[in-house]
Nanobody, 122 residues
Framework: EAQLVQSGGGSVQAGGSLRLSCAAS????????IAWFRQAPGTERETISL????????YYADSVKGRFTISSDNAKKKVSLQMNNLKPEDTAVYSC???????????????WGQGTQVTVSS
C-alpha cells in the first residue's frame, strides 16, 4: 500500500527555521514527483514547492523562493523541505503529495501525507 508519512513542523518565531520530511513507501519513488502544499484557514491550497524525482528539477512558489529548499534522498525515499527565514504568513497546514508529475502539478495526486501544522509567531 502506497503511503506518505510526514515528520517535522511545529512552532517557531519569525526568522526561524523548520524542516519537514515526507517518507514514501509502496510505490516506485524515482518515477514520481512530490510536492509540498500548504493551506491556512480560509484560504485556498497553495503549491509551494515540487521536485520531479525523474530528473531532479524543482519548482518554488514566489512566496517561498529563496527561503525554502526542497531536496530528495532517493535511497531513503524521502523528500524534505527546509524552511528558513519563516514569516507569520507561512503559518498553515503543510502536506506532501506524490504521483506522476502532471497529477502532482494539477493538485490531483493520489497519495498524500497526513498534514503537519507550522505556526510562525511574530
Amino acid at each position: 500500500e502506497a503511503q506518505l508519512v510526514q515528520s517535522g513542523g511545529g512552532s517557531v518565531q519569525a526568522g526561524g527555521s523548520l524542516r519537514l520530511s515526507c517518507a514514501a513507501s509502496g510505490f516506485t519513488f524515482d518515477d514520481y514527483a512530490i510536492a509540498w502544499f500548504r493551506q491556512a484557514p480560509g484560504t485556498e491550497r497553495e503549491t509551494i514547492s515540487l521536485i520531479n524525482l525523474i530528473d531532479g528539477k524543482t519548482y518554488y512558489a514566489d512566496s517561498v523562493k529563496g527561503r525554502f529548499t526542497i531536496s530528495s534522498d532517493n535511497a531513503k525515499k524521502k523528500v524534505s523541505l527546509q524552511m528558513n527565514n519563516l514569516k507569520p504568513e507561512d503559518t498553515a497546514v503543510y502536506s506532501c503529495a506524490a504521483d506522476q508529475f502532471p497529477r502532482v502539478v494539477a493538485g490531483t495526486a493520489d497519495y498524500w501525507g497526513q498534514g503537519t501544522q507550522v505556526t510562525v509567531s511574530s
